[in-house]
């Protein structure tokens, strides 16, 4: 079964900087997708990223980015110049493509912006 | 555009009661539909998944069941609820891409 790690329970960072969020995950797949989800205060799950494993390129969407290892099975989100709305839970995702699977979520990571 | 709703939006119900928690998508047809749930302090865990009318697949055994009475309507339910059903419920489909998944607002379920 794969599993998706994240080892940091809370990250703080000042408003205006750039902060990296690790997840690594594990599988035997050759072909997934891999996610990034907000969880604001409202508890909503919102999609921030996405990177599918066949392509090479780092995904980036405006400040957001992903570093993705393939051989390395990480895959850190990296936020640029921090704003007070980024405040919330982060979580990492891995989805096979077999859609009676589901996503598999990391434990999430608790980003403080210190104004 | 696609809208994934769900109601009610909270809900606090004793022991042994029942449940029904319902889920829809508009803008789409025939979307895969999933439920999760998320306990207090932890991660997503799925519950069922649906690709079609009547069709329910269930990752975990428990006391709820999930019914699909139409193309983009979800229910989540439980004849007899018990207090570790607390937790939020999450309902999701898979996007026009089909392997990324979107979420609704959620139901935060308190048992008493």
């Known amino acids: 079964a794969q599993t998706v790690t994240q080892s940091q329970p809370e990250m703080s960072v000042q408003e205006a900087e750039t902060v990296t969020l690790s997840c690594t995950y594990d599988?035997?797949?050759?072909?997934?997708?891999l996610f990034w989800y907000k969880q604001p205060p409202s508890r909503q799950m919102i999609l921030v990223i996405r990177?599918?494993?066949?392509?090479?390129q780092n995904a980036t969407e405006n400040r957001f980015s992903v570093n993705f290892q393939k051989a390395a099975k990480s895959f850190s989100l990296k936020i640029s110049d921090s704003q007070l709305g980024d405040a919330a839970m982060y979580f990492c995702a891995y989805y096979s493509g077999g859609g009676a699977d589901g996503l598999t979520f990391g434990k999430g990571t608790h980003l403080i912006i210190q104004p | 555009s696609q809208t994934i709703h769900q109601w009610p939006a909270t809900l606090v119900q004793p022991v042994g009661s029942p449940l029904s928690l319902e889920c829809t998508v508009e803008?789409?047809?025939?979307?895969?539909l999933y439920w999760y749930r998320q306990a207090a302090g932890r991660g997503l865990q799925l519950l069922f998944y649906?690709?079609?009318?009547?069709?329910i697949s269930s990752e975990v055994p428990q006391n709820l069941s999930a019914s699909r009475p139409q193309d983009r309507q979800f229910i989540l339910s439980s004849k007899k609820l018990l207090l570790s059903d607390s937790g939020f419920y999450l309902c999701?489909?898979?996007?026009?891409?089909?392997?990324?998944?979107?979420f609704g607002p959620g139901t935060r379920l308190t048992v008493t």
């Open positions: 999701a489909w898979d996007g026009d891409r089909g392997y990324e998944q979107y």
């Open positions: 649906s690709v079609g009318i009547g069709q």
């Open positions: 599988t035997s797949e050759s072909d997934y997708y």
């Open positions: 803008g789409t047809s025939n979307p895969n």
């Open positions: 990177q599918e494993a066949y392509k090479q």
